[in-house]
């Protein structure tokens, strides 16, 4: 299962309550914003719903204004280990390194052009979500440099693969450089020389012994979530290409009665109405990015008989039609 820190979801909750964001949003959130204590990550597909929740609740360019907001502090030992390194891109060129800690699902390249370097983030966007997460990661690429280094460096580009919002004030806001969209991917370009720069508090023995706890935290990470929902979402995926199975069916294998089922659901604020349709969600962007698998099949894969219904459900969910997401850039 790929997971996010749950040091930034946390982040991205606290943002948005200092923005102002409704009760009634916090209350869709797949990990509930009050039961965070003690846990160290949560599954990526939560991290990248709430992504969309609140970018609907907030508005154009919240997950560039959370990038904005991110301090060393926040990413913990991890953090540590960033300032104590050599130079400013040596954290993207050992990513596996330095991001593993963070997330699972990070991975950058660099790539040198004499005088500039671009910064590829390499993550195919199968969802909003994810394309929010991108945004998120180079706003606080912004930030993160400056911090290490105690200089003031910039970018001088930056491109998204996705289309630009119809606000995009936050986005020239926190880059102040040429801001591109429908791009071929994701990447932030800089300077070679800023990049070289040296971080503030490098030392190369500080660093081994953070990067050795940061590889023991590593090691030793729990993916924390709602255990009975996750084991629903697994019997529902498995059940769907019959039909969309009855919570007494789900029930029945997970030794529980409907009533009992149905609280420990309400319990963590999710109905199995919810874990129904976020499952036929997720598996159809899964198999739509697949061009093998033809409309009429992944509908039949998540529980329509028809596709014509799949196709009006895809649409009410994504605001898309399932081709136009198959074919969008």
Known sequence: ???????????????????????GA??????????????QAVPADHFFEL??????????????????????????????????????????????????????????????????????????PHRRGLELSNEATLSATVVVLRAMTETDISPIQVAFKHSPPADISSYTAAFSCSVRFNQAGYSITYHTSDLETRTAKADASINRFLVERVEEETHGLVVSANKVAMDVENLIQDALPSGIPSIHDVGVHMGMSNRTLTRRLRENGISFRDLIQRTQERVAR?????????????AFETGFSEQSTFSRAFKRWTGQSPLEFRNRK
């Open 286 to 298: 899964e198999l739509l990015l697949d061009p093998r698998r033809s409309i009429s099949e992944i």
């Open 51 to 124: 992504h969309e929740i609140l970018d609907r609740e907030l508005g154009p360019g919240f997950a560039i204004r959370v990038g904005q907001q991110m301090k060393i502090a926040d990413y913990g030992v991890l953090g540590l280990s960033w300032r104590t390194c050599s130079w400013a891109g040596e954290i993207f060129e050992r990513s596996e390194r330095y991001f593993k800690l963070l997330s699972d699902t990070y991975v950058f390249k660099v790539e040198k052009k004499g005088v500039t370097s671009v910064i590829h983030l390499l993550r195919e």
């Open 1 to 23: 299962m790929k997971y996010i820190s749950i040091n930034l979801y946390r982040k991205m909750v606290d943002c948005a309550l200092a923005e102002g964001v409704s009760e």
């Open 26 to 39: 916090l209350k869709q959130l797949p990990t509930p914003h009050d039961a965070l204590e003690g846990i």
